[in-house]
C-alpha cells in the first residue's frame, strides 16, 4: 500500500492551492494523518496533522493559512494552502501513522514566487 500526493504545483504569492492524498489501498489502524515538508538544504518539518479523534495541530508558520481535513477512514487527507509565501516553497509529504508505523508518500512539489 502506497500513499500518493498530488496537487503540487507553481503559484505566486498570495495564492492558493490544494495538496491531496490518498492510499492506493486500504490501510486499517491510522491514528493520526499530517503534512511535512522539506525545502532545498533543510530538514523535513512538520507542517500540520490530523488525528483521528478529531485534534489538529499546525507548525507556527502556517496557522491561519492552511487547513488540514480529510477522511482517515477513507485513507484520504488534504491541506488547503492559502496566502502562499514564498517560503513555503518545499516539496510536501502526507504520512500516515499506526501501531504499524510510519508510511509516506512521495511527495508533491509547491512553488512560490514572490
Known amino acids: 500500500v502506497q500513499l500518493q500526493a498530488s496537487g503540487g504545483g507553481s503559484v505566486q504569492a498570495g495564492g492558493s492551492l490544494r495538496l491531496s492524498c490518498a492510499a492506493s489501498?486500504?490501510?486499517?489502524?491510522?491514528?493520526?494523518v499530517g503534512w511535512h515538508r522539506q525545502a532545498p538544504g533543510n530538514q523535513r518539518e512538520l507542517v500540520a496533522t490530523?488525528?483521528?479523534?478529531?485534534?489538529?495541530n499546525y507548525a507556527d508558520s502556517v496557522k491561519g493559512r492552511f487547513i488540514i481535513s480529510g477522511d482517515i477512514a477513507r485513507n484520504k487527507v488534504f491541506l488547503q494552502m492559502d496566502s502562499l509565501e514564498p517560503e513555503d516553497t518545499a516539496v510536501y509529504y502526507c504520512?500516515?501513522?499506526?501501531?504499524?508505523?510510519?508510511?509516506w508518500g512521495h511527495g508533491t512539489l509547491v512553488t512560490v514566487s514572490s
Open positions: 504520512k500516515a501513522v499506526g501501531p504499524w508505523g510510519t508510511i
Open positions: 489501498g486500504s490501510i486499517g489502524g491510522i491514528n493520526t
Open positions: 490530523f488525528i483521528s479523534h478529531g485534534n489538529k
